[in-house]
């Protein structure tokens, strides 16, 4: 972010972190090594992001959120002194506030050209947006249900998650510009899924059944456009090229089958003063998950997939304003995410303390970054949300 709210270009950052000692560099294109995508330095990845003014941290598996703290702590000083030094800040905020979505914007990596092409200017939006993602570690046996869960509770997350209401130099209609501007990507293909699963299989023919938009291809990638059944029914099963097409499936939770975990997706960045809410609150009700499952069957009936599919829609737009489909729902979810981490023994529910102090004062990040701009413009929201 550069100072007057235009993005900046992280594609210079990734080049002076390269050059730091120890650094491991990656290349777009090994060959020809034309465009860095990642440096690893220590024990942390930094990659460019569909949006060439966004820089993801990967962090390494952590035992807590204590452990995962310390290593946040450790990565991203790095990344906002080199940022500094290029005269840019780096924002705890989830969208671009001024720049909006354009091909310029869009970092050239093969595989995002091909999938600009064969999806047109919705795959642009993720060029603008910056998320909290949490991958938890998910035995088999869980797997089902942490996938119906997680994408079930996406409309409670982004409720006290949400934090990118100003995008394209102004308030917009979401307060979570992110979840709201990604849809159009289109039911199933993004946010939460249309109903529960009875198996991992059930869940895979539904993947299988979404548009493929790109395949590897003679060291470069391909356009598709075509469901992925009928990739198989031509070629049979194809492990490799299942993964290319599910990893660009946006669902609101989706297992990471090489990592044997579950990442949940719909947090916005968060705020520097509470960087770690949105993790707490993520594990937490992972954690609960099947406390979780009976608290909304009773309180929405046996089938909750549509009332909270509602639900989604108002939080995106409204927030912690939209009405809850059943009283006391968020309090009720909180408090079993916070049993839950209380049980792990780490003190990790402290973590939740800023999700608390949301839903007591109905007021999110998203609500702050508003107010800033309306009485600030965009220099007050970067100064109140600037690492």
Same mark, same amino acid.
């Given at each position: 972010?550069? #100072?007057?709210?235009?993005?900046?270009d992280a594609?210079?950052?990734?080049?002076?972190?390269?050059?730091?000692?120890g650094?491991?560099?990656?290349y777009?294109?090994?060959?020809?090594r034309s465009?860095?995508?990642?440096?690893?330095?220590g024990?942390?990845?930094?990659?460019?992001?569909v949006?060439?003014?966004?820089v993801?941290?990967v962090?390494?598996?952590?035992?807590?959120?204590?452990?995962?703290?310390?290593i946040?702590?450790?990565?991203?000083?790095?990344?906002?002194e080199?940022?500094?030094?290029?005269g840019?800040?780096?924002?705890g905020?989830?969208?671009q506030?001024?720049?909006?979505?354009?091909?310029?914007?869009?970092?050239?990596?093969?595989r995002?050209?091909?999938?600009?092409?064969?999806?047109?200017?919705?795959?642009?939006?993720?060029?603008?947006t910056?998320?909290d993602q949490?991958?938890v570690d998910?035995?088999?046996?869980?797997?089902?249900?942490?996938?119906?869960?997680?994408n079930?509770?996406?409309a409670?997350?982004?409720a006290?998650?949400?934090?990118?209401s100003?995008?394209?130099?102004?308030?917009?209609?979401y307060?979570?510009?992110?979840?709201?501007?990604?849809?159009?990507?289109g039911?199933?293909r993004?946010?939460?899924?249309?109903?529960?699963?009875?198996?991992?299989?059930?869940?895979i023919?539904?993947?299988s059944?979404q548009?493929?938009?790109?395949?590897?291809?003679?060291?470069?990638?391909?356009?598709?456009?075509?469901p992925?059944?009928?990739?198989?029914?031509?070629?049979?099963?194809?492990l490799?090229?299942?993964?290319?097409?599910?990893?660009?499936?946006?669902?609101?939770?989706?297992p990471?089958?090489?990592?044997?975990t579950?990442?949940?997706?719909?947090?916005?960045?968060?705020?520097?003063?509470?960087?770690?809410?949105?993790?707490?609150?993520?594990?937490g009700?992972v954690?609960?998950?099947?406390?979780?499952?009976?608290?909304?069957?009773?309180?929405?009936?046996?089938?909750?997939?549509?009332v909270m599919?509602?639900?989604?829609r108002?939080?995106?737009?409204?927030?912690l304003r939209a009405?809850?489909?059943?009283?006391?729902?968020?309090?009720?979810?909180?408090?079993?995410?916070a049993?839950?981490?209380?049980r792990?023994?780490s003190?990790?529910e402290?973590?939740?303390? #800023?999700?608390?102090?949301?839903?007591?004062?109905?007021?999110?990040?998203?609500?702050?970054?508003?107010s800033?701009?309306?009485?600030?413009?965009?220099?007050?929201?970067?100064?109140?949300?600037?690492?």
């Open positions: 972010m550069r #100072p007057d709210g235009r993005a900046g594609l210079g950052l990734l080049q002076t972190l390269g050059a730091m000692e650094a491991r560099v990656t777009d294109d090994p060959v020809r465009l860095v995508v990642r440096v690893d330095l024990d942390t990845g930094y990659e460019v992001e949006g060439r003014a966004t993801e941290a962090l390494p598996p952590a035992r807590d959120l204590t452990e995962l703290e310390a946040s702590a450790r990565a991203l000083p790095r990344l906002i080199t940022a500094a030094a290029s840019m800040f780096l924002l905020y989830g969208i506030p001024r720049t909006p979505k354009q091909p310029a914007l869009m970092t050239p990596k093969r995002y050209l091909t999938l600009y092409r064969a999806i047109g200017r919705p795959w642009l939006h993720f060029a603008t910056a998320s949490v991958q998910i035995a088999r046996a869980e797997l089902v249900d942490g996938i119906n869960m997680m079930l509770l996406s409670p997350i982004i006290l998650s949400a934090n990118s100003v995008y394209g130099g102004r308030v917009g209609r307060c979570s510009g992110r979840e709201g501007l990604l849809g159009a990507l039911a199933g993004h946010g939460m899924t249309p109903r529960r699963f009875a198996t991992v299989e059930e869940f023919e539904f993947i059944g548009t493929c938009y790109m395949l590897p291809r003679d060291r470069g990638f391909a356009a598709y456009r075509r992925f059944t009928s990739y198989l029914a031509m070629h049979g099963a194809d490799r090229a299942y993964l290319w097409h599910e990893h660009y499936t946006w669902n609101s939770a989706r990471r089958f090489q990592n044997a579950i990442e949940v997706r719909p947090a916005c960045q968060q705020p520097p003063d509470e960087p770690l809410a949105a993790a707490a609150l993520i594990l009700l954690e609960a998950m099947t406390d979780a499952w009976t608290f909304l069957r009773d309180r929405l009936g046996p089938d909750p997939w549509p599919h509602a639900y989604r108002a939080v995106i737009r409204d927030g009405p809850e489909p059943a009283r006391g729902l968020l309090f009720g979810l909180v408090d079993l995410a049993g839950a981490l209380r792990r023994g003190g990790e402290r973590y939740l303390h #800023p999700i608390h102090d949301r839903l007591a004062r109905r007021r999110l990040p998203a609500d702050r970054a508003a800033h701009f309306r009485h600030g413009g965009i220099e007050a929201l970067i100064e109140n949300f600037k690492l």
